[in-house]
């Protein structure tokens, strides 16, 4: 299994720079490709770098010599040409490139939406807490009211016991997702603005109150996870977290199974 992107990519001079500053391990389906983007604007840069202080120390050694009969003028021109223009030019079409690059990459397949087949939960941050929200086996989500909001009483979203879609909802603390399958996150907030983020999944989201956000991904890596808030939300912040345990398809089943005989008791 894969740890880091180098270890898919493979090649030495990712693998040398990834081993002085690791990523953290690649656990989603978009992931690596994110990470190559990452790692090929990383080097561009380093490149860039390395070629400026050629440049500078090539311009202080040997000086730009006027052929003989050219004028003044028209040698002044050139210089201008090749040192401001030409440069300019090529980090346009070089910043162009890699902007849609991470445009397709990022937005395209962020925020194209979710394949219809792919599984709904509902996330729901609040000072200080992050619950996770299936909609059981009818498939829909059950109505919420603010004004029933009682965490005390183990209803920490809200949920109305009239709604017939209500009573089979599994409202957990810990995000269980299987393996393989693609999910669509509901990102909601009850308070503040929450950072929705999970490292080795390469996402990260705001949750905004009145907002219903969606993100989707496919987990691909069994293995335990940690949420974060990525967003100051107040004094609790630094004690905003949760866990991500991406499961086999079996073991969620079962789990579901468990989760739901409790909802319905
Ligand atoms: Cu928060």
């Not at 690596?32 to 050629?54: Q, T, Y």
């Not at 009969?69 to 910043?95: I, M, N, S, V």
């Not at 729901?124 to 989500?141: C, H, I, K, N, S």
């Amino acid at each position: 299994m894969p740890r880091y992107p180098s270890d898919v990519l493979g090649s030495p001079p990712y693998a040398l720079l990834l081993a002085l500053w690791p990523l953290p391990g690649d656990a989603s389906a978009h992931g690596p490709a994110l990470d190559a983007h990452l790692l090929l604007n990383l080097w561009i840069a380093l490149g860039l770098l390395a070629l400026a202080h050629a440049l500078l120390l090539g311009g202080l050694l040997v000086r730009g010599r006027r052929a003989v009969g050219q004028d003044e003028e028209a040698h002044a021109a050139r210089r201008l040409w090749r040192a401001q223009y030409l440069p300019l030019a090529g980090l346009t079409l070089l910043f162009g490139f890699l902007t849609l690059r991470a445009e397709r990459l990022w937005a395209g397949a962020r925020y194209t939406g979710a394949d219809l087949t792919a599984m709904q939960v509902e996330v729901t941050g609040v000072q200080f807490a992050w619950y996770f929200r299936y909609p059981g086996d009818d498939g829909l989500f059950g109505r919420t009211d603010p004004g029933l909001v009682a965490a005390g009483e183990g209803n920490p979203l809200g949920l109305d016991a009239n709604d017939v879609h209500a009573a089979d909802d599994i409202v957990s603390s810990e995000l269980v997702l299987p393996a393989g399958r693609e999910v669509d996150l509901r990102l909601r907030a009850q308070d503040v603005i929450h950072g929705f983020s999970v490292p080795e999944m390469r996402l990260k989201q705001n949750a905004v109150p009145g907002q219903t956000i969606h993100i989707h991904f496919t987990p691909t890596a069994p293995g335990n996870y940690a949420i974060l808030c990525t967003q100051v939300c107040g004094l609790g912040h630094y004690r905003m977290s949760a866990g991500l345990r991406v499961v086999t398809p079996e073991e969620f089943a079962a789990w579901l199974a468990r989760h739901g005989k409790a909802a319905r008791r």
